[in-house]
């Protein structure tokens, strides 16, 4: 039996109640929990356009997806442990999967509204010029990690919520592996706090966001809508 070469996608996804905390002085429970919906539609919309590529869902929430996404590997954990241990189940069913050959996985958190697949797409061919390497992409503040791309899969434990930039490229050199960081606005900017929406609306004006939608031939993000009838309606024209 032949098997397939694919680039595992990890997705780690927290339940409702835990998701967007931080925002919840400024939006309510049922807001932050359809934001979240909304930020996992958008990612799986994005990342559905990769050739050769395996989506790997990890939640304790149950999910529920349209058909179209039906391909999508949907591991279930018992208890949310953190998104860590989240990559430790995609790890296991990477590590046992017999139809595909998986050269490097990559983890991907929902809370990037403005990621650019082409730039996704730039990282995993660069990637593959090496037999060993880790491509990372910090977060705006330089504190988190908004991607990592690991190959082999387990290269390296994972760092998650706990300066995991550092703790990441200080894991990678230790085993002396290759590193490259890539400073891409498009996967740097998350959204975590009321300070984020707004920056990230004031870009959704920018015309190079504009274009970015185009060449990715993708809609605007059902996330970023929501958010500007939100605060419009919440604190404008309130």
Not at 160 to 181: L, M, P, Q, T
Not at 213 to 225: G, H
Request: aromatic share 10%; with cysteine; glycine share 0%.
């Amino acid at each position: 039996m032949k098997i397939s070469k694919k680039t595992a996608i990890i997705i780690p996804i927290k339940k409702y109640e835990k998701s967007k905390t931080r925002l919840s002085p400024f939006l309510s429970f049922e807001e932050r929990k359809c934001l979240t919906q909304l930020l996992i539609l958008d990612t799986l919309e994005k990342v559905h356009q990769l050739n050769n590529s395996q989506t790997i869902v990890v939640s304790s929430e149950t999910l529920q997806l349209p058909d179209k996404f039906n391909d999508i590997v949907i591991i279930n954990e018992d208890s949310s442990n953190g998104v860590n241990n989240a990559i430790d189940l995609a790890n296991k069913f990477i590590e046992n999967s017999t139809h595909h050959y998986y050269s490097e996985s990559i983890i991907l958190p929902i809370d990037l509204p403005l990621f650019s697949i082409k730039d996704l797409q730039k990282i995993i061919n660069y990637s593959r010029k090496f037999e060993n390497c880790i491509c990372i992409v910090p977060s705006n503040r330089y504190d988190g990690t908004n991607l990592l791309l690991r190959k082999p899969n387990f290269i390296i434990d994972t760092f998650y919520d706990n300066n995991s930039f550092y703790n990441h490229i200080k894991a990678a050199s230790e085993k002396k592996k290759f590193i490259k960081i890539f400073n891409f606005p498009s996967l740097m900017i998350d959204l975590d706090t009321f300070e984020d929406i707004i920056y990230l609306l004031n870009i959704c004006k920018n015309l190079d966001y504009a274009l970015q939608l185009k060449n990715d031939k993708i809609n605007e993000s059902k996330s970023l809508c929501f958010l500007k009838d939100l605060i419009k309606n919440k604190y404008i024209n309130n």
